[in-house]
């Protein structure tokens, strides 16, 4: 008998279960696949064939790596690498969050004014990152209704608002409804520094640089990131969920894999257990799911539990994932870089990349992240949305293929001849293979509609839901998107608190 049960051992959940067991708490986690790590997952295709399947690195935030003590239970090293732009002149921009000679020199051969900037702008890029973490950990109101025990909370972010001094103060809320494009124009000339930066802001978003809302984004992506390439953790990203499973086995808690929630019972509006695929049914006085909110609260719950609103409102829920990823096995001899590797070459190009996803159509020529492991490279693909307007993914998985080697060979001209597999991932697999709903890997698009207090919903934003002691803990709740564990240390304060 558990007291808690969490649906789903994605990293979120993980972190949850850990705070919950830490305090004390009987939790039994339940994790429809046969591996735990939800899209933080490395796999093995075939023998040989192994790669990070869809997440090509991160680290989860400082506090939550200290707080679970995941060190002592194996969490590795993880390392900043740089961002590498690769031009189809051959000339390359390698940019790092510190402002060392090998940055400045790299930025200079395109702009020597840029490369003064350069220090600048990652100083400002650090406060905003810092603020919007801040953010992030502050529980949001439920407004209109704003009592006193949330308002502290609010003066204390607003005060460090106020501590960035009154420029950078005005930046940052300026930065968030801006477009990447306008954010970095305000602080550079070249227009390949300022794709690589616009190319930081889409990563994973379903927004090109133009749009309104990707300068939220790209302080978004900086601070998970902590900086403009990723952070790679020694043997994948899969080590971050085998240690939060080695802390919570520690702790007393227990995962069952390969165990499919099919509903999450109610009675009078409250929460009473599941019922698994198998018709299994578990009770507990609480459940947390870390799957994202549509597939919880109308699949899981059904809309006949619900408030009409509620339920109008969760429909309304903007997922559009428009994500691919490429991996090649390769003889070793690929020739790319190390580092977090973009071929977005000018803002123009990265904007008529997402312009295609706005007509329902895969890029042709898309906006691309290209990672090493040893003869491994993984192609993160944008735009393919999940929604073709002419097509279906079932007849499109080799043109995604060709596009994705093809504009990645141009680039890299060793990489045509190395390749000896291909595995591809296209958004209809995101969504059967992941569970994400329509492959949105955030549970919910990162707009300015739907962050903060309006993450997953508007006057939704505490993990509650209208169910009593039924509480949502994943990415797609206030604090999530990315890796960073926030949403579920997040959640799991309010379910201790309550
Ligand atoms: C291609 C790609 C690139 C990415 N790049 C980055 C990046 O650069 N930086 C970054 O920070 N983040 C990135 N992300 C996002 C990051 O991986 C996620 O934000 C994070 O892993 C989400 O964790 P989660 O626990 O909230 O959800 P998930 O990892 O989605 O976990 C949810 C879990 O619930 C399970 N589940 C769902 N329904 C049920 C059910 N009914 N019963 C039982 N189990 C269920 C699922 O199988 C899954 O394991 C990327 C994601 C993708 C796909």
New binding site residues.
């Given amino acids: 008998m558990a007291d808690i049960i969490i ?7 993980l972190v949850a279960a850990n705070y919950l067991a830490k305090a004390g708490k009987q939790v039994l986690l ?4 046969a591996i735990a ?4 997952v490395t796999e093995t295709f075939k023998p040989g064939f192994t790669a990070d399947a ?5 680290q989860l935030r400082p506090d939550i790596i200290s707080d679970l003590d995941l060190a002592r239970h194996g969490l590795p090293e993880s390392r900043s690498e740089p961002l590498i732009s690769l031009l189809p002149d051959g000339r390359q921009l390698r940019l790092t969050a510190d402002t060392e000679e090998v940055t400045l020199a790299s930025i200079r051969a395109f702009s020597a004014k840029d490369a003064e900037r350069w220090p600048a702008f990652v100083a400002f890029m650090r406060e905003a990152a810092s603020f919007l973490d801040a953010a992030y950990r502050t529980p949001m109101p439920r407004l209109p209704h704003v009592s006193m025990s949330e308002g502290l909370p609010l003066a204390q972010l607003g005060l460090k608002l106020r501590g960035l001094g009154a420029r950078d103060m005005f930046r940052v809320i300026r930065a968030l409804p801006m477009s990447a494009l306008e954010l970095t124009e305000e602080w550079f000339e070249s227009d390949v520094l300022r794709a690589a930066i616009g190319a930081v802001a889409i ?2 978003a379903t927004l090109g640089p133009m749009s309104a809302g990707s300068g939220y984004t790209l302080l978004h ?1 900086w601070l ?2 902590g900086g403009p390439g ?1 952070r790679r953790v020694a043997g994948g990203v899969g080590r971050i969920a085998e240690a939060l499973v080695a802390a919570l086995k520690a702790r007393g808690g227990q995962v069952r894999t390969e ?4 509903t999450i019972l109610t009675d009078d509006q409250r929460v009473q257990g599941v019922r698994l695929a198998s018709g299994e049914e578990i009770r507990a006085a609480i459940v947390i799911s ?3 909110p549509r ?1 919880t609260l109308l699949d ?1 719950v059904g809309a006949p539990e619900l408030p009409p609103e509620f339920v109008w409102h969760t429909q309304s829920i903007k997922m559009r994932g428009a ?1 691919a ?1 490429v991996h090649l096995l390769t003889d070793g001899n690929h020739g790319l870089p190390d580092g977090t590797v973009v071929i977005a070459p000018s803002v123009r190009y990265v904007e008529r990349a997402y312009d295609a996803a706005k007509y329902g159509q895969m890029s042709t020529a898309p906006y691309l992240e290209a990672t090493a492991d040893g003869p491994v490279v993984s192609l ?1 693909f944008q735009f393919a949305p999940y929604a073709l307007r002419d097509s279906e993914w079932g007849q499109e998985r080799s043109v995604l293929e060709r596009v994705a080697i093809d504009t990645a060979a141009s680039a890299l001209p060793q990489l045509k001849a190395s390749i000896r597999e291909v595995k591809s991932l296209t958004p209809l697999d ?1 969504e059967q293979t ?3 709903t329509e492959g949105d ?3 919910g698009q990162l707009i300015l509609d739907q962050m903060f207090f309006m993450r997953p919903m508007p006057g939704w934003s505490t993990h509650k839901t209208p169910i009593d002691n039924l509480y949502l803990c ?2 797609g709740v206030h604090g ?5 564990g926030a ?2 240390r997040n959640a799991a304060a309010a379910v201790l608190k309550a």
Avoid: M, P
């Fill in positions: 649906i789903g051992a994605g990293l979120n959940s339940l994790e429809r696949r790590g939800g899209q933080a869809l997440h090509a690195g991160g990563h994973g992506n998970n990131r990723h165990t499919e929630v099919a870390g799957a994202d597939h899981l994500v990823k993160h995101l992941y569970g994400l890997l955030n549970h994943g990415n999530g998107g990315g890796l960073s949403s579920g």
